[in-house]
T-cell receptor, first 111, second 116 residues
Framework: QKEVEQNSGPLSVPEGAIASLNCTYS??????FFWYRQYSGKSPELIMF????GDKEDGRFTAQLNKASQYVSLLIRDSQPSDSATYLC???????????FGSGTRLSIRP | GAVVSQHPSWVICKSGTSVKIECRSL??????MFWYRQFPKQSLMLMAT?????????EQGVEKDKFLINHASLTLSTLTVTSAHPEDSSFYIC????????????FGQGTRLTVV
């Protein structure tokens, strides 16, 4: 069973600080990884995707991938209350046309 | 990003009736579409994967005769919940992907189904 593991949280971070979200995956053949944000009652929206080892930055968001450790992370700099949501980590299944989602981490940014 | 439109956004139906949910990709060819179900405060649960023109692949534990999926074109997939019961009440979300471009999956807005 291929899995993506995330700490369910909630993770509480003060406004303006860096929020760090982590994820591990079991499918060593996965090549593509995604971070989605989901507000309560809404469907997920893509924040970032990453294919290569290392860091990928987009505005306040930085995704980090370490394929050797099968580890993906998302850093949110200068956290805002609007960043409070559930963050879903996902990995492309290497043998099937589907994306495997983690259970999500609830992030709460406190003013 | 690409747009995936899901309709209706919410529906209330009587127990025993059937409900159809549509998922359309508006500006790309969705060679693969995914249907998820999400109960309150729980994670997305993949129900099935459908490829245009072929039968859907259902995840273990999902009744294919109860959740009928049709992916007749590159821009449209439908999920029909047949003989709905209150326990089928959930948030149903589709997502679509263009396998040829190897892109990420884009999500529809979701459909909140309430069976009374």
């Amino acid at each position: 069973q291929k899995e993506v593991e995330q700490n369910s949280g909630p993770l509480s971070v003060p406004e303006g600080a860096i929020a760090s979200l982590n994820c591990t995956y079991s499918d060593r053949g996965s090549q593509s990884f995604f971070w989605y944000r989901q507000y309560s009652g809404k469907s997920p929206e893509l924040i970032m995707f990453i294919y290569s080892n290392g860091d990928k930055e987009d505005g306040r968001f930085t995704a980090q991938l370490n394929k050797a450790s099968q580890y993906v992370s998302l850093l949110i700099r200068d956290s805002q209350p609007s960043d409070s949501a559930t963050y879903l980590c996902a990995a492309q299944d290497s043998s099937a046309s589907k994306i495997i989602f983690g259970s999500g981490t609830r992030l709460s940014i406190r003013p | 990003g690409a747009v995936v439109s899901q309709h209706p956004s919410w529906v209330i139906c009587k127990s025993g009736t059937s409900v159809k949910i549509e998922c359309r990709s508006l500006d790309f060819q969705a060679t693969t579409m995914f249907w998820y179900r999400q109960f309150p405060k729980q994670s997305l649960m993949l129900m099935a994967t459908s490829n245009e023109g072929s039968k859907a692949t259902y995840e273990q534990g999902v009744e294919k005769d109860k959740f009928l999926i049709n992916h007749a074109s590159l821009t449209l997939s439908t999920l029909t919940v047949t003989s709905a019961h209150p326990e089928d009440s959930s948030f149903y979300i589709c997502s679509a992907r263009d396998e040829g471009l190897d892109t990420e999956a884009f999500f529809g807005q979701g459909t909140r189904l309430t069976v009374v």
